[in-house]
C-alpha cells in the first residue's frame, strides 16, 4: 500500500506539475511579452536618444547658442515671428488668430505664409516659461529633425521589421540634402508628421481599428496645418496610396472601408477648414496665383536635383536597390506585403521626382525641352490650389521619405544575407562591426556635403532690445511705420559703410518684424511670404517721405507714430537722410516725440479726410464688343488744398446699367452689373480709374449710367452712349498727364529745316506704367512728312514722376527739303509702348483730350523776291491784295494743262480761310476749266497769313480736248466756302466787281 500510496503520490504530483505548468504559461508569455515589449521600448528611447545628440552635432556649432542666435537673419526670422504671433495671440485673442500686425489694414494677413500652427502648440509651453523667443524657436528647430527622424523610424520598423534599419531610414530622412537646402523655412522642416500619417494609414487598412483611423487624420491634419505645401503632398501621397491598396488588395475593399474612409476624410476636413478658409479668402480678394512662367523659373533642373539632392545620398540609393530586388522575401504586418510596399515607395519616390521639376523639363541650363508636357501642367491645370504655389521643387520631399522606406527595406534584406554569411563563414565577422560601417557610409556624405554650411547669427534678445521697441512696447496699441521700409533694406549696402555694432550686418528685411514679437503694434509695411499687391504703392509713396501726399497717406491709414532709422538710412540711402532732415520742420502734422540715439520717433496729427473736394466726372469709350469687357473711366480731380488718402483694402461699389437706345432696342432692354472698383491710395491733383464690366451681348446702341451712392468717393450718377458691335476698334485710355504749354524754336520753317519742339507736361498723378510720345508733321491729306516717336523716360522715368512735376520734353523733326509751301499740323500723341494702345492726357477741366495739335508754316527761301509776269494790284476786300500772275503758255493746244502762278499779299491777318477759284471763260461766259481750292493747294489757308505775307499760289488748269479754238479770259477771286459769299474789289475801275479779270488765253490747234 505504501508503496502504491508512494506511486500514486508520484503520479499526483506529476499531474499537480502539470497543471501548475499549464496555469504559469500564460503567466510566462505575459512576461515574455513584457521583456519583449520593455527592450523595444528601451531600444526606441534609445533610437530616440541618438537621433537627439545627432541633431545637435549635425548643426553644431549652432547648436552652443541656441538662446541668442539662428541659423541665419531671413526666413528664420520670419517663421520666429509668425510662431511667436500665434502664441501670443492664442494666449490673449484666439478667435484673430489670422490678423497679424503687418500689412495694417489688410485682414487675414496671417495667411499670406505657412502656418506652422502645431509647431505654435508644442512651443506654447516654452514661450510661456522661458520668455525667450530665441530659444523657443530653436527648440521647435530641433525637434523637427528628431521627431522626423522619429517619425520615419516607426514606419521604417514597421515595414522592414528591423529597429536598425530604420534607424538608418531616420537619419535618412531627418538629415537629407533636401532638408538642409531649407534651413531657414521651418515650416519644410515640418515633415514628421508624414510618416506617422503613412504609418497609421497602413495600420488602419490592415487592422481597420478606429483609433488608427483617428490617429491618422490627426497626423494628416498636424502636416497640413504645418505647410500646405505638404498639405497637397500628402494628399496626393495618401490618394495613390489608397490606390495601390485597392488595385493590389481588391478582394478587402468593400463598400463599408470606402464609407470610413470617406469619413475620415470629411473629419480631416472639419478639422482643417477653419485654417484653410482665411487662405481662400486671401486668394479670393488679392488673387495669390502664379503663373506657368513664373513656376518654370522657380523649379529646379533635373541636374542640379541630381547633383544637389541625390549625390550625397549615394550610399542611400545603394542600398535601397536590395529594398526593391529582395522585398518579396520578407514578411512585415503592413497591409501591402513587404514586395508591395518597395514598389509603392518607389512609385512615390518617382512621382516625387517627376513633380519637382515643375512644369518644363529643364535638364541642364543649356539643355531644356519646353514643350516637353511634364505631369505638373496637369496638376496646375486641374487640380485646386496649385496655383497658388511656387516652388514646384518642395515635390522632393516625397522622394525623400520613399528613399528612407527603401533604404530601410534594403537593410533589413542585407541584414538576412548576412546573418546567413556568419552562420556559413569560417571567418570570424562582427555584426556590429558591419552595422558600424553601414552607419558611418550612410552619414559621413551627409555631413561631408549637405551640412558643411550650417551658421550662426546672433540676433538681439530681449536683454539688448533697441530703446525705440522698448518704448513702443510701453504705448497703447496703435498703427506705426519705420523709415526706410523694409523692402528697401533688401539689398545689402557695401560693407564700409556698416556700423560694426549692428547685428544685421547684409540683410535688413525681417529687422523691423522680429523685434515687433516684442511690442506687438501695427505696422503698414511687413514681410511675408506674400506681398499684397498694392505694397508696392504704399512703398513709392514712403520713398518720398516727409512730401505732402506720404503724410496724408499716413494720416489716411491711421498711422500714429513713424520711427525714421537714421542708421539705416546712413547705410542703404546716405543722400536721403540730408534731405529729410531738411524737409521735416515744413510738415507741421509731424511733432518730434522721442529720440533714441539714431532712432527718431515722429507723431503723425490726425486729420479727417473730406471728399467733398472730390469732383469725379465720367469717360465712356464709343465702342464696344458685345458681351466682352468693356471698360469706362472714372476722372477724379481733388480741388482742395490737401490730398485725399483711401485705404487699399477699400473698394467703390460702382452700379453700371445698359439701357438699349429709347428703350425699344433689340432684345434685353436693361442690364445691370455691380462691381467693385480698386480705388488710387492718394489722390492729390487728379486721377483715372478704369471700371471694367461686360457689354451687352446684343449688338446695338445703348445709354450707358454709372452709379455710386456709398464708398470712399461723393455719390454720382454719370452717363453715356456707346455702340456695341462687332468690330469695335480698341479704345483710347486716359492718363493723369497734362500737356500745359508747348513751344517752337521759330515761327516758321524752311525746307530741310530742323523743327525742334519743347513739351511741358504735368504730372496729375501717380503715372503706373512708361509711355510714349509721338511727334508727326502731317501735310492736308493727314499723310505724314516727318515723325518721331521717342519713350517719355528719355527726359524722366514716369512711374517715378511725382504728382505735380512739371517736366520739359524735347523733341526734333527733320522737314523734308522737297516740302512745299504750307501750313502743316504738328500733332502730339501719346501711346503705351508695350501695345502701342492710345493714351489721352487729360485737359484743363479734367476732360480727355483727343486731339493735340498746332500748325507750322513751311515757306520756302526768297519767295518774297518775286519776279511777276503779268504785276497787278488790286485790293480784295480789303483783306488781301493780288500782286500779279503767271501764265504758262499764253497759247495752248486742247487737252493740255495751263499753268496759272497767283502772288497774294495780305493786307492783315484774316481770321476766315477764303476759297481762291480761279476759271478760264469761254467768249459767251461760258466755264471751259476751273480749279477751287484754298492756296497752296489747301495746304496754307488764309487764316495762317501774317500780315504784309507774300503767298504764292499755283494753280493747273487742264484744256478740254473738245475746246474749239479761240480767245479765252482768266477771272480769279476768293469766297468763304461756308456762305459762298465772294470778296469784291475796292478800288478802281472795278470797284464792287466779285472777281479779277486776268489777260487772254490762245486755243488754237496743231497744224
Given at each position: 500500500?505504501?508503496?502504491?500510496?508512494?506511486?500514486?503520490?508520484?503520479?499526483?504530483?506529476?499531474?499537480?506539475?502539470?497543471?501548475?505548468?499549464?496555469?504559469?504559461?500564460?503567466?510566462?508569455?505575459?512576461?515574455?511579452?513584457?521583456?519583449?515589449?520593455?527592450?523595444?521600448?528601451?531600444?526606441?528611447?534609445?533610437?530616440?536618444?541618438?537621433?537627439?545628440?545627432?541633431?545637435?552635432?549635425?548643426?553644431?556649432?549652432?547648436?552652443?547658442?541656441?538662446?541668442?542666435?539662428?541659423?541665419?537673419?531671413?526666413?528664420?526670422?520670419?517663421?520666429?515671428?509668425?510662431?511667436?504671433?500665434?502664441?501670443?495671440?492664442?494666449?490673449?485673442?484666439?478667435?484673430?488668430?489670422?490678423?497679424?500686425?503687418?500689412?495694417?489694414?489688410?485682414?487675414?494677413?496671417?495667411?499670406?505664409?505657412?502656418?506652422?500652427?502645431?509647431?505654435?502648440?508644442?512651443?506654447?509651453?516654452?514661450?510661456?516659461?522661458?520668455?525667450?523667443?530665441?530659444?523657443?524657436?530653436?527648440?521647435?528647430?530641433?525637434?523637427?529633425?528628431?521627431?522626423?527622424?522619429?517619425?520615419?523610424?516607426?514606419?521604417?520598423?514597421?515595414?522592414?521589421?528591423?529597429?536598425?534599419?530604420?534607424?538608418?531610414?531616420?537619419?535618412?530622412?531627418?538629415?537629407?540634402?533636401?532638408?538642409?537646402?531649407?534651413?531657414?523655412?521651418?515650416?519644410?522642416?515640418?515633415?514628421?508628421?508624414?510618416?506617422?500619417?503613412?504609418?497609421?494609414?497602413?495600420?488602419?487598412?490592415?487592422?481597420?481599428?478606429?483609433?488608427?483611423?483617428?490617429?491618422?487624420?490627426?497626423?494628416?491634419?498636424?502636416?497640413?496645418?504645418?505647410?500646405?505645401?505638404?498639405?497637397?503632398?500628402?494628399?496626393?501621397?495618401?490618394?495613390?496610396?489608397?490606390?495601390?491598396?485597392?488595385?493590389?488588395?481588391?478582394?478587402?475593399?468593400?463598400?463599408?472601408?470606402?464609407?470610413?474612409?470617406?469619413?475620415?476624410?470629411?473629419?480631416?476636413?472639419?478639422?482643417?477648414?477653419?485654417?484653410?478658409?482665411?487662405?481662400?479668402?486671401?486668394?479670393?480678394?488679392?488673387?495669390?496665383?502664379?503663373?506657368?512662367?513664373?513656376?518654370?523659373?522657380?523649379?529646379?533642373?533635373?541636374?542640379?536635383?541630381?547633383?544637389?539632392?541625390?549625390?550625397?545620398?549615394?550610399?542611400?540609393?545603394?542600398?535601397?536597390?536590395?529594398?526593391?530586388?529582395?522585398?518579396?522575401?520578407?514578411?512585415?504586418?503592413?497591409?501591402?506585403?513587404?514586395?508591395?510596399?518597395?514598389?509603392?515607395?518607389?512609385?512615390?519616390?518617382?512621382?516625387?521626382?517627376?513633380?519637382?521639376?515643375?512644369?518644363?523639363?529643364?535638364?541642364?541650363?543649356?539643355?531644356?525641352?519646353?514643350?516637353?508636357?511634364?505631369?505638373?501642367?496637369?496638376?496646375?491645370?486641374?487640380?485646386?490650389?496649385?496655383?497658388?504655389?511656387?516652388?514646384?521643387?518642395?515635390?522632393?520631399?516625397?522622394?525623400?521619405?520613399?528613399?528612407?522606406?527603401?533604404?530601410?527595406?534594403?537593410?533589413?534584406?542585407?541584414?538576412?544575407?548576412?546573418?546567413?554569411?556568419?552562420?556559413?563563414?569560417?571567418?570570424?565577422?562582427?555584426?556590429?562591426?558591419?552595422?558600424?560601417?553601414?552607419?558611418?557610409?550612410?552619414?559621413?556624405?551627409?555631413?561631408?556635403?549637405?551640412?558643411?554650411?550650417?551658421?550662426?547669427?546672433?540676433?538681439?534678445?530681449?536683454?539688448?532690445?533697441?530703446?525705440?521697441?522698448?518704448?513702443?512696447?510701453?504705448?497703447?496699441?496703435?498703427?506705426?511705420?519705420?523709415?526706410?521700409?523694409?523692402?528697401?533694406?533688401?539689398?545689402?549696402?557695401?560693407?564700409?559703410?556698416?556700423?560694426?555694432?549692428?547685428?544685421?550686418?547684409?540683410?535688413?528685411?525681417?529687422?523691423?518684424?522680429?523685434?515687433?514679437?516684442?511690442?506687438?503694434?501695427?505696422?503698414?509695411?511687413?514681410?511675408?511670404?506674400?506681398?499684397?499687391?498694392?505694397?508696392?504703392?504704399?512703398?513709392?509713396?514712403?520713398?518720398?517721405?516727409?512730401?505732402?501726399?506720404?503724410?496724408?497717406?499716413?494720416?489716411?491709414?491711421?498711422?500714429?507714430?513713424?520711427?525714421?532709422?537714421?542708421?539705416?538710412?546712413?547705410?542703404?540711402?546716405?543722400?536721403?537722410?540730408?534731405?529729410?532732415?531738411?524737409?521735416?520742420?515744413?510738415?507741421?502734422?509731424?511733432?518730434?516725440?522721442?529720440?533714441?540715439?539714431?532712432?527718431?520717433?515722429?507723431?503723425?496729427?490726425?486729420?479727417?479726410?473730406?471728399?467733398?473736394?472730390?469732383?469725379?466726372?465720367?469717360?465712356?469709350?464709343?465702342?464696344?464688343?458685345?458681351?466682352?469687357?468693356?471698360?469706362?473711366?472714372l476722372l477724379i480731380a481733388n480741388t482742395g488744398a490737401r490730398s485725399y488718402a483711401i485705404k487699399p483694402i477699400e473698394r467703390l461699389p460702382v452700379t453700371a446699367t445698359w439701357r438699349a437706345?429709347?428703350?425699344?432696342?433689340?432684345?434685353?432692354?436693361?442690364?445691370?452689373?455691380?462691381?467693385?472698383?480698386?480705388?488710387?491710395?492718394?489722390?492729390?491733383?487728379?486721377?483715372?480709374?478704369?471700371?471694367?464690366?461686360?457689354?451687352?451681348?446684343?449688338?446695338?446702341?445703348?445709354?450707358?449710367?454709372?452709379?455710386?451712392?456709398?464708398?470712399?468717393?461723393?455719390?454720382?450718377?454719370?452717363?453715356?452712349?456707346?455702340?456695341?458691335?462687332?468690330?469695335?476698334?480698341?479704345?483710347?485710355?486716359p492718363v493723369p498727364v497734362r500737356l500745359y504749354d508747348y513751344s517752337l524754336d521759330q515761327d516758321r520753317y524752311a525746307p530741310g529745316d530742323t523743327l525742334r519742339l519743347t513739351l511741358h507736361?504735368?504730372?496729375?498723378?501717380?503715372?503706373?506704367?512708361?509711355?510714349?510720345?509721338?511727334?508727326?508733321?502731317?501735310?492736308?491729306?493727314?499723310?505724314?512728312?516727318?515723325?518721331?516717336?521717342?519713350?517719355?523716360?528719355?527726359?524722366?522715368?514716369?512711374?517715378?514722376?511725382?504728382?505735380?512735376?512739371?517736366?520739359?520734353?524735347?523733341?526734333?523733326?527733320?522737314?523734308?527739303?522737297?516740302?512745299?509751301?504750307?501750313?502743316?499740323?504738328?500733332?502730339?500723341?501719346?501711346?503705351?509702348?508695350?501695345?502701342?494702345?492710345?493714351?489721352?492726357?487729360?485737359?484743363?477741366?479734367?476732360?480727355?483730350?483727343?486731339?493735340?495739335?498746332?500748325?507750322?508754316?513751311?515757306?520756302?527761301?526768297?519767295?518774297?523776291?518775286?519776279?511777276?509776269?503779268?504785276?497787278?494790284?488790286?485790293?480784295?476786300?480789303?483783306?488781301?491784295?493780288?500782286?500779279?500772275?503767271?501764265?504758262?503758255?499764253?497759247?495752248?493746244?486742247?487737252?493740255?494743262?495751263?499753268?496759272?502762278?497767283?502772288?497774294?499779299?495780305?493786307?492783315?491777318?484774316?481770321?476766315?480761310?477764303?476759297?481762291?477759284?480761279?476759271?478760264?471763260?469761254?467768249?459767251?461766259?461760258?466755264?471751259?476749266?476751273?480749279?477751287?481750292?484754298?492756296?497752296?493747294?489747301?495746304?496754307?489757308?488764309?487764316?495762317?497769313?501774317?500780315?504784309?505775307?507774300?503767298?504764292?499760289?499755283?494753280?493747273?488748269?487742264?484744256?478740254?480736248?473738245?475746246?474749239?479754238?479761240?480767245?479765252?479770259?482768266?477771272?480769279?477771286?476768293?469766297?468763304?466756302?461756308?456762305?459762298?459769299?465772294?470778296?469784291?474789289?475796292?478800288?478802281?475801275?472795278?470797284?464792287?466787281?466779285?472777281?479779277?479779270?486776268?489777260?487772254?488765253?490762245?486755243?488754237?490747234?496743231?497744224?
Amino acid at each position: 500500500m505504501s508503496k502504491n500510496s508512494g506511486g500514486g503520490v508520484r503520479r499526483n504530483d506529476f499531474s499537480r506539475g502539470d497543471a501548475i505548468d499549464e496555469e504559469r504559461a500564460p503567466s510566462r508569455q505575459l512576461n515574455k511579452e513584457a521583456t519583449s515589449s520593455s527592450r523595444a521600448a528601451r531600444a526606441d528611447l534609445l533610437a530616440l536618444l541618438g537621433f537627439g545628440l545627432l541633431t545637435l552635432l549635425m548643426i553644431y556649432p549652432l547648436s552652443l547658442h541656441l538662446a541668442e542666435a539662428l541659423q541665419d537673419t531671413s526666413d528664420s526670422l520670419l517663421n520666429l515671428w509668425i510662431t511667436n504671433w500665434q502664441a501670443h495671440q492664442l494666449l490673449i485673442s484666439p478667435l484673430q488668430l489670422f490678423d497679424t500686425n503687418i500689412f495694417y489694414p489688410y485682414p487675414n494677413t496671417l495667411a499670406y505664409s505657412e502656418i506652422l500652427f502645431p509647431n505654435v502648440l508644442l512651443g506654447l509651453p516654452l514661450f510661456v516659461f522661458t520668455d525667450n523667443h530665441i530659444l523657443t524657436y530653436n527648440l521647435l528647430f530641433l525637434l523637427s529633425f528628431v521627431l522626423s527622424a522619429l517619425g520615419l523610424y516607426l514606419l521604417a520598423y514597421r515595414l522592414s521589421g528591423s529597429r536598425y534599419a530604420a534607424f538608418i531610414a531616420g537619419l535618412v530622412f531627418a538629415f537629407s540634402p533636401y532638408r538642409a537646402g531649407h534651413l531657414s523655412q521651418l515650416q519644410l522642416l515640418t515633415m514628421q508628421w508624414m510618416p506617422l500619417a503613412l504609418l497609421y494609414l497602413d495600420r488602419y487598412l490592415g487592422r481597420r481599428k478606429a483609433k488608427d483611423g483617428l490617429l491618422f487624420c490627426a497626423f494628416f491634419t498636424a502636416q497640413c496645418l504645418s505647410s500646405f505645401y505638404y498639405a497637397f503632398y500628402m494628399g496626393l501621397a495618401v490618394g495613390l496610396y489608397l490606390l495601390y491598396y485597392f488595385i493590389l488588395r481588391r478582394q478587402k475593399v468593400s463598400l463599408s472601408l470606402i464609407l470610413r474612409l470617406a469619413l475620415l476624410g470629411g473629419l480631416i476636413a472639419v478639422l482643417i477648414t477653419p485654417f484653410a478658409w482665411p487662405y481662400f479668402q486671401v486668394n479670393r480678394d488679392l488673387g495669390v496665383e502664379r503663373t506657368l512662367p513664373e513656376l518654370v523659373a522657380f523649379s529646379p533642373r533635373l541636374r542640379t536635383l541630381l547633383k544637389g539632392y541625390l549625390l550625397p545620398c549615394w550610399a542611400v540609393l545603394v542600398l535601397a536597390v536590395p529594398g526593391f530586388f529582395r522585398a518579396a522575401k520578407g514578411r512585415t504586418p503592413s497591409s501591402l506585403g513587404q514586395k508591395g510596399n518597395a514598389v509603392f515607395y518607389l512609385i512615390l519616390a518617382l512621382f516625387g521626382l517627376v513633380m519637382a521639376l515643375g512644369p518644363t523639363l529643364r535638364v541642364s541650363k543649356n539643355l531644356e525641352w519646353p514643350a516637353f508636357p511634364m505631369p505638373y501642367r496637369f496638376f496646375f491645370a486641374y487640380f485646386p490650389g496649385f496655383k497658388a504655389m511656387r516652388a514646384p521643387g518642395r515635390f522632393f520631399s516625397l522622394t525623400t521619405l520613399s528613399l528612407g522606406v527603401l533604404a530601410a527595406l534594403g537593410i533589413a534584406s542585407l541584414e538576412k544575407a548576412l546573418a546567413l554569411l556568419v552562420h556559413r563563414s569560417p571567418f570570424v565577422i562582427r555584426h556590429s562591426l558591419i552595422r558600424t560601417g553601414v552607419f558611418l557610409l550612410v552619414l559621413y556624405p551627409l555631413l561631408l556635403r549637405s551640412w558643411a554650411h550650417v551658421s550662426v547669427a546672433f540676433i538681439e534678445g530681449r536683454e539688448r532690445l533697441p530703446p525705440v521697441y522698448r518704448w513702443l512696447a510701453r504705448q497703447s496699441p496703435t498703427v506705426i511705420v519705420e523709415l526706410p521700409l523694409a523692402f528697401r533694406l533688401a539689398d545689402p549696402p557695401p560693407v564700409e559703410s556698416i556700423d560694426p555694432s549692428l547685428v544685421w550686418p547684409t540683410y535688413n528685411l525681417f529687422r523691423y518684424q522680429y523685434f515687433s514679437t516684442y511690442h506687438w503694434q501695427e505696422s503698414i509695411d511687413g514681410y511675408s511670404g506674400f506681398v499684397p499687391p498694392r505694397h508696392g504703392e504704399i512703398e513709392w509713396e514712403m520713398e518720398h517721405f516727409p512730401s505732402e501726399r506720404a503724410i496724408s497717406l499716413l494720416q489716411g491709414l491711421d498711422v500714429e507714430y513713424v520711427v525714421l532709422h537714421e542708421a539705416l538710412y546712413q547705410a542703404y540711402r546716405p543722400e536721403r537722410w540730408p534731405e529729410i532732415q531738411e524737409a521735416l520742420p515744413a510738415f507741421r502734422e509731424l511733432t518730434l516725440v522721442e529720440q533714441f540715439g539714431q532712432d527718431y520717433v515722429y507723431q503723425v496729427q490726425r486729420r479727417t479726410q473730406a471728399r467733398e473736394s472730390l469732383e469725379v466726372k465720367g469717360f465712356f469709350p464709343a465702342q464696344a464688343v458685345p458681351g466682352e469687357k468693356y471698360t469706362a473711366y472714372l476722372l477724379i480731380a481733388n480741388t482742395g488744398a490737401r490730398s485725399y488718402a483711401i485705404k487699399p483694402i477699400e473698394r467703390l461699389p460702382v452700379t453700371a446699367t445698359w439701357r438699349a437706345d429709347g428703350g425699344k432696342g433689340p432684345g434685353q432692354q436693361q442690364q445691370t452689373v455691380r462691381v467693385a472698383v480698386e480705388m488710387p491710395l492718394v489722390i492729390s491733383g487728379a486721377s483715372v480709374v478704369p471700371v471694367s464690366f461686360p457689354s451687352p451681348i446684343t449688338p446695338g446702341e445703348y445709354h450707358l449710367l454709372l452709379e455710386a451712392a456709398a464708398g470712399p468717393l461723393p455719390p454720382f450718377s454719370l452717363e453715356g452712349s456707346v455702340s456695341v458691335g462687332e468690330g469695335a476698334e480698341r479704345a483710347a485710355e486716359p492718363v493723369p498727364v497734362r500737356l500745359y504749354d508747348y513751344s517752337l524754336d521759330q515761327d516758321r520753317y524752311a525746307p530741310g529745316d530742323t523743327l525742334r519742339l519743347t513739351l511741358h507736361w504735368e504730372a496729375l498723378d501717380r503715372l503706373m506704367g512708361d509711355c510714349s510720345a509721338s511727334v508727326k508733321l502731317l501735310d492736308v491729306d493727314g499723310a505724314v512728312l516727318a515723325q518721331q516717336d521717342s519713350a517719355l523716360y528719355r527726359a524722366w522715368q514716369p512711374v517715378s514722376w511725382l504728382p505735380g512735376d512739371r517736366i520739359a520734353d524735347r523733341h526734333e523733326l527733320e522737314i523734308p527739303p522737297n516740302t512745299p509751301l504750307g501750313r502743316y499740323r504738328l500733332q502730339i500723341s501719346l501711346y503705351r509702348p508695350a501695345d502701342l494702345s492710345t493714351l489721352l492726357p487729360l485737359g484743363e477741366e479734367t476732360t480727355p483730350v483727343e486731339d493735340i495739335s498746332t500748325w507750322v508754316k513751311v515757306k520756302p527761301p526768297g519767295s518774297e523776291q518775286l519776279s511777276i509776269q503779268h504785276p497787278l494790284h488790286v485790293n480784295l476786300g480789303d483783306r488781301v491784295t493780288l500782286l500779279g500772275y503767271d501764265v504758262r503758255p499764253e497759247a495752248v493746244q486742247p487737252g493740255q494743262p495751263l499753268d496759272l502762278t497767283l502772288y497774294w499779299q495780305a493786307r492783315r491777318e484774316m481770321t476766315g480761310d477764303y476759297t481762291v477759284f480761279t476759271h478760264l471763260v469761254a467768249a459767251e461766259g461760258r466755264i471751259v476749266a476751273q480749279q477751287d481750292n484754298r492756296p497752296a493747294e489747301g495746304r496754307y489757308p488764309t487764316s495762317a497769313w501774317d500780315a504784309g505775307e507774300i503767298v504764292v499760289d499755283r494753280y493747273h488748269l487742264t484744256i478740254p480736248p473738245d475746246a474749239p479754238d479761240g480767245e479765252y479770259h482768266l477771272e480769279v477771286g476768293m469766297y468763304l466756302l461756308s456762305t459762298l459769299e465772294r470778296l469784291k474789289i475796292v478800288g478802281g475801275s472795278e470797284e464792287g466787281q466779285d472777281r479779277i479779270l486776268l489777260g487772254l488765253v490762245f486755243v488754237r490747234r496743231g497744224s
